[in-house]
Structure formats: C-alpha cells, structure tokens
C-alpha cells in the first residue's frame, strides 16, 4: 500500500511538473483573437523594437527612444475578392483593439486591416510623451511594410484615422506621394484646448472618458468593444505631445493637400469637445476642397462606436469610400 502510494505521489508531482512546464513554455497572447502578424508567433501581434526619433516640443532637440511597439492585422474575408489594405492611426489614449466593429465590417468586406499602438498606449511600451504627429506616419510606414499584403497587386495606400490619427494622416497625405486615400474620423485638424471631462472638487482637469467620447451606453445586449482601457487619460499628462499636436493641428490648416488624395472626413456633432467639427470644416473646404466632408449629427468624438443609427452609417459610408477608391 505504502509503495502505490509513493507512486501515485511521484506520478502526481511529475504531471505538476509537466503541467508547469507547458504553462511557462506558453506565453500570453499579445493580443485576443483572431489578430495576427508576420512574426516568429502568426497567430498573435507583433511586439518588435523599434528606435525611434523624437525631440522637446519646446527646444527642439532631438533624442532617440528605444521601444516595443505592438502592431499585427486582421486578415481579410477568405470568401470575398482582396480588396486592398488599410491601415489605422489611432487618437489620443486609443488602442488598435477598441474597434472591432468598424475593422471587422471592412474585413468582412475583403480589406486586411493594420494596425498598431504609439508609445505608452495599448500594449506599446515607452510613454506617449515622446510621440509627436510626424513621426507616426514614419512608424505606420514601416508597420505598412511588415504587415501588407499583396502590394504589387494592390498598391494603394489607404489610411483611416482618427481624431490624433486623423491629423498625423492628413499631414502624411499633404507630404508624400505614396499615400492614395484617407479616411479622417473627426481629425484634430481643429483641436480643442478644454477636452473631455473636468472635476473641479478632485483638481482632475481634460479627463478623457468613454461618456465623453460616444453617447453609446453598455450594458445588456451592447458588448463593449474597448478592450483596453484609455491610456493617458488626460492630454495634461503628456504636455510635450499635446503641445507638438496644437502646433502641428495649426499648419495643417493652411497645408493644401494633393489633388491625387482622394479623402472622405467624418465630422462629429456640435457636443464634441475634443474637436471643433465646423472649423474643421471650413479648413478643409480650402485645404482640401476635393474631399468628401460629411457631418453626422448629435454624435460625439468617437463616430465609429457611436450609438445607432450613426455607428451602421458611418461604418457604411467609409466602406462605399473604400470600395469607391480601390
């Protein structure tokens, strides 16, 4: 009895042992399913290093910054012909997976979907402090080039940006000849100073909150499509960054754009507080009078998580530009 007994026990710890092998041998995944990237693991983002450039929103000078910066894709619908590739620039305390529901309408669409995470957001490392809008054009080129599919076949360059993103793929547009189409959801093309929310009593000031950025409740019957949390929460937390951002939202008003981009700009309601939609508006009607602007009324920063019927148009009218374009 003795002898089964110390069999059973080594056999109990030798499957222990196994079992905690394997759980080390697993890592966590970077990012839920079904993301995926060109890496040693395909089935999971990419977390890769980059060395990036940036400098004092105040001086000038300039440093180098060493990080890991998460990107992967969404690959297109198998059943559907490729339609093309699109990559996405993300706003301020934004994740690249707080908008499946968008991503998944243009996959399902035949569109691979990139995307990735500025420093010190999502699942980067490194603080957004350091990221200014030129340079995240720069990152999302090399981020194109990792994860694209297909380009001698379908070439175009095609951008959807939001908000911070909205701005960094207008000035990539304005400047370079590669970029073909772009899609600007409520760009900070025309910043507020005052955002989101603002507790007096708690000294806590420019709060960027999910209340404040979608009138969209969740609850019963609404999954939450925000599956990381807002990270920085507030623009004060990252003066470098929003100052680089006031200064480069301000010559992107008078920067013309090419008349070979073509654009299709989203424009939130009269309660958004991050950004002014009608002198947004008025900018592009002389920077860019070839773009398509549309406006949709009553709907906060966020047109893509919106509440209904707003999210299903606007998801609806970015994929009719997509399809229009490529």
Known sequence: MRIHSHLLSAALSLGLAAQAAVARAEKPRICP????????????????????????AWTGARRE???DIRSGYLAENPDVPFRGNVIYYQGLGDSMLN???????????GFRVIAFDYMGQGGSSGSMNDTRIPQIGSLGDQIWAFHARDLARRPKKNIVGWSTGGLAAYVQAAEKSDVDNIVLIAPGIAPNINVGEHDVLRFKFNQITLRSLTTQTYGSGEENPHVDPI?????????????????????SRRSP??????????????????????????????????????????????????????????????????????
């Open 65 to 67: 910054v060493n990080v």
């Open 99 to 109: 908008h499946e529901p968008l991503f998944s309408k243009l996959t399902q669409a």
């Open 33 to 56: 399913t079904p993301w995926k990237s060109h890496s040693q693991r395909p089935g999971d983002c990419s977390l890769r290093k980059f060395t990036l450039t940036t400098w004092d």
């Open 257 to 326: 754009m090419r008349r070979e981009v073509n654009g299709f700009v989203l424009l939130s309601g009269d309660d958004d507080t991050y950004v002014n939609a009608g002198k947004t508006g008025a900018a592009l009607a002389k920077s860019a009078p070839h773009f398509i602007v549309r406006q949709y009324p009553n709907t906060l920063h966020e047109i893509d998580n919106e509440a209904e019927p707003s999210r299903s148009n606007a998801h609806r009218d970015i994929l009719d530009f997509l399809n229009m374009t490529n």
């Open 231 to 251: 990270k920085p929460t507030s623009p004060l937390q990252v003066m470098d960054f929003s100052w680089n951002l006031l200064t480069t939202a301000k010559a």
